[in-house]
Nanobody
């Protein structure tokens, strides 16, 4: 069963950078489409990215396109979210999960997420 553990969150000033990690044990992450989503207080869950196991194009939400990059290191069985040019509105709990697109809504859905990691961006 896919079990994921997120890490790397913290407090950063606006304009700064952070790199989040998503690690798995017992399974090979390279076989899965893995992405990131976040949940901010008072806001709906927002899908941020989906990195396909096939190596096809990576999905990014418009809110993070050009600022965030999702990548994987198969040797470390880890997926990363490199975040740059951070804004206070990026504050939230970040999760990684197996991602897929809902054929009816065209929205990205996520399964098997971990406990999340808190990202706080100060003005």
């Amino acid at each position: 069963q896919l079990q994921l553990v997120e890490s790397g969150g913290g407090l950063v000033q606006a304009g700064g950078s952070l790199r989040l990690s998503c690690a798995a044990s017992g399974v090979t992450l390279g076989y899965y489409d893995i992405g990131w989503f976040r949940h901010a207080p008072g806001k709906l869950r927002e899908g941020l990215s989906c990195l396909r196991s096939s190596g096809g194009s990576t999905y990014y939400a418009d809110s993070v396109k050009g600022r965030f990059i999702t990548s994987r290191d198969n040797a470390k069985n880890t997926v990363y979210l490199q975040m740059g040019s951070l804004k206070p509105e990026d504050t939230g709990v970040y999760y990684c999960g197996a991602c897929r697109i809902d054929p009816y809504t065209s929205e990205y859905e996520y399964d098997h997420w971990g406990q999340g990691t808190q990202v706080t961006v100060s003005p």
